[in-house]
Structure formats: structure tokens, C-alpha cells
């Protein structure tokens, strides 16, 4: 049984649900950027990306050559069933932790703003 993901290997797979079909690397890095505001670099994107295809959780691809990129291809990601089967896991129980914790965190949430 491969092991579950890691917590930056979960918000890559999170992505690449979110990106759907023909995610890319910068692409990636994008929507982690915007949704978690944290500053992830391309190189660590790409290493848990390869990581996860390595894994079965991801499948990867070269695209055609487009002019915009000088004639070079795009690899392009997809999320497979075991990765999705993962992160589901994965978030089921972050849920079930979760569960029943929001007042104690607004609690200590407030004291530390105090």
C-alpha cells in the first residue's frame, strides 16, 4: 500500500482536481499561491508532482510545441484514481479531527489576537 501524501503533496493534488485535465507545473504552483498564500517555489511543485506520478497518484505527459513557448512542449499532469482515492482519505480525516473543534479554535483564535 503506497503511503498517503504528504501535507504539500495533498494541496499539489488539490490542484490538480481543482485545474483539471491538462494541469501544468506553473499552473500548480498558481492555484497554491492564491488559495493558501503561501510562496511555494517551482522546484518543489515539480519534485512532488514527481513524486507523485512515481507513486501512481498522478500521470504525466508531454504536450504539443506551441509558438508561444518558442516551439517546446508542456508537461502536463492529471490526477489519477489512486490519487484522488488518497486525498479523499486524507481529507475525510482532517474532517472526522476537525469535527466539533470551530469553538475552541475561534477561542484561542481570539485570545491570541488579545
Same mark, same amino acid.
Given at each position: @500500500?503506497?503511503?498517503?501524501? !504528504?501535507? +504539500?503533496?495533498?494541496?499539489?493534488? +488539490?490542484?490538480? @482536481?481543482?485545474? $483539471?485535465? $491538462?494541469? /501544468?507545473?506553473?499552473? #500548480?504552483?498558481? %492555484?497554491? #499561491?492564491?488559495?493558501? $498564500? ?6 518543489? #511543485? ?9 507513486? $501512481?497518484? #498522478?500521470?504525466?505527459?508531454? !504536450? ?17 484514481? =489512486? !490519487? ?6 486524507? /481529507?475525510? =480525516?482532517?474532517?472526522?479531527? =476537525? %469535527? ?11 485570545? =491570541?489576537?488579545?
Amino acid at each position: @500500500m503506497p503511503r498517503s501524501p !504528504g501535507d +504539500f503533496e495533498k494541496l499539489v493534488l +488539490f490542484a490538480l @482536481m481543482r485545474l $483539471g485535465e $491538462g494541469a /501544468y507545473g506553473v499552473k #500548480v504552483r498558481q %492555484e497554491i #499561491v492564491d488559495r493558501t $498564500g503561501r510562496d511555494v517555489s517551482i522546484g518543489s #511543485v515539480y519534485t512532488a508532482l514527481h513524486r507523485l506520478e512515481k507513486r $501512481g497518484m #498522478v500521470r504525466a505527459w508531454m !504536450g504539443e510545441p506551441t509558438t508561444e513557448r518558442g516551439g517546446r512542449r508542456k508537461r502536463h499532469y492529471r490526477l489519477l484514481p =489512486a !490519487g484522488a482515492k488518497a486525498l479523499s482519505e486524507a /481529507y475525510e =480525516a482532517l474532517r472526522r479531527m =476537525a %469535527e466539533g473543534t470551530a469553538a475552541g479554535l475561534d477561542a484561542l483564535s481570539e485570545a =491570541a489576537d488579545a
